[in-house]
């Protein structure tokens, strides 16, 4: 049976591949030859024909497939007050290549301000969906607040502002519940936070990393769900808040493995989201078994279909694989989903526009399917 809210049986993580317009003018943006207004107009024009695109091919939720971003996480958590975006020595490290070198500092009190530019975005993703027949709804990504932290740790924050991590973490998550409530206050009734580092836990590499910096993963699990559940205090009334969990997605590769098992208590029982996002497409991310603690009011959409290669799955292998989570979890607390955007970083996975939209269809078409 098909759901009447968010989210929906066939649904999608947020990002899409960057159209050639957007890439042009975003190019030629940088080396000064546009206006910022005659940037945002290229960009206003593709996001209104990519918000039809997904409509026309059945989906419910539509996103501007983070179009006006270069990175999934820190354009939104560098506009934040005491935030800023810096060059640094190297970029991240994935397997096998390695994204430009950018990162974020913090340098003063963290806050969050109404004239954060993504509010704005919101309100223009809305307007377009609000104009189609049917209005779809407008679903809005934003980087979890553990992001901020994983990703330069202790090092990234000056000691003189934050001498110590608790009133640091405490900031973050009031800044965080003034976004959400914000996005609400805007209009937006599905919200996503984009949760990489909770998977990253589950990865031994990644564990001995935080550890060798100061950190101690499972204390920080802890902290990541404080700050998870801070963030939702500022949930308005009729919003769902949704998270994604990933394991690394630039160029159609990876950073982290390991199955859900070590972080599923915390996850499904402490975190104060209302549906989860799950990447599934391969073995790195385990069995389907941590579904058994999913509480009953709770969803899972099942990232069955992988986002970083065109090849289409057969129906029947994604019928499979909805079948086997299933058995740990009511297929009707279950949804279909790419296991991830198509372009966490404006560069985008290794995949052409058509094997996208082919992607996104046979999700829909299967989720008819399994949910008749």
Not at 12 to 34: D, F, N, W
Not at 113 to 129: E, Q
Request: hydrophobic fraction near 40%; charged fraction near 25%.
């Amino acid at each position: 049976m098909e759901r009447a809210k968010p989210p929906f049986r066939a649904d999608h993580v947020g990002s899409l591949l960057r159209t050639a317009p957007v890439k042009e003018a975003r190019a030629r943006r940088l080396a000064g030859q546009i206006t910022p207004e005659a940037l945002e107009a290229v960009e206003d024009a593709e996001i209104g024909q990519l918000v039809a695109r997904q409509q026309a091919i059945g989906l419910h939720a539509v996103t501007d497939g983070e179009f006006r971003r270069s990175w999934w996480h820190y354009d939104f958590l560098s506009h934040l007050d005491g935030v800023e975006l810096v060059s640094v020595a190297q970029g991240l490290q994935f397997k096998g290549t390695q994204t430009k070198a950018e990162g974020l500092h913090v340098h003063g009190k963290i806050g969050f301000s109404s004239g954060h530019p993504m509010l704005d975005h919101f309100r223009y993703l809305k307007s377009v969906a609000e104009g189609l027949p049917g209005k779809p709804v407008a679903k809005m990504t934003i980087p979890s607040p553990t992001a901020l932290h994983y990703r330069g740790g202790r090092q990234a924050i000056e000691r003189s502002v934050y001498p110590e991590m608790e009133p640091f973490f405490a900031d973050l998550g009031h800044a965080y519940a003034k976004a959400v409530r914000a996005f609400g206050e805007a209009g937006c009734t599905y919200l996503q936070l984009d949760e990489v580092f909770v998977a990253y836990l589950c990865d031994e590499a990644q564990r001995d990393y935080l550890r060798s910096r100061g950190d101690d993963p499972d204390k920080l699990l802890e902290v990541y769900a404080d700050l998870v559940n801070a963030a939702c205090t500022g949930r308005t009334p009729g919003m769902t808040l949704s998270m994604h969990l990933c394991r690394g997605n630039f160029r159609s590769t990876w950073m982290a493995q390991g199955g859900y098992e070590r972080v599923a208590d915390v996850l499904f029982n402490r975190m104060d989201v209302d549906a989860y996002f799950m990447e599934y497409d391969s073995e790195r991310a385990g069995g389907f078994e941590p579904l058994r603690l999913l509480p009953k009011s709770k969803q899972v959409v099942l990232g069955v279909m992988t986002s970083k290669t065109g090849a289409l799955e057969s129906k029947d292998q994604l019928k499979r694989r909805v079948d086997q989570a299933a058995k740990f979890a009511p297929l009707d607390q279950l949804c279909l989903s790419p296991q991830c955007g198509f372009a966490s970083t404006e560069e985008g996975n290794l995949l052409a526009e058509d094997e996208q939209w082919a992607k996104l269809a046979h999700c829909v078409e299967v989720a008819r399917e399994v949910w008749r």
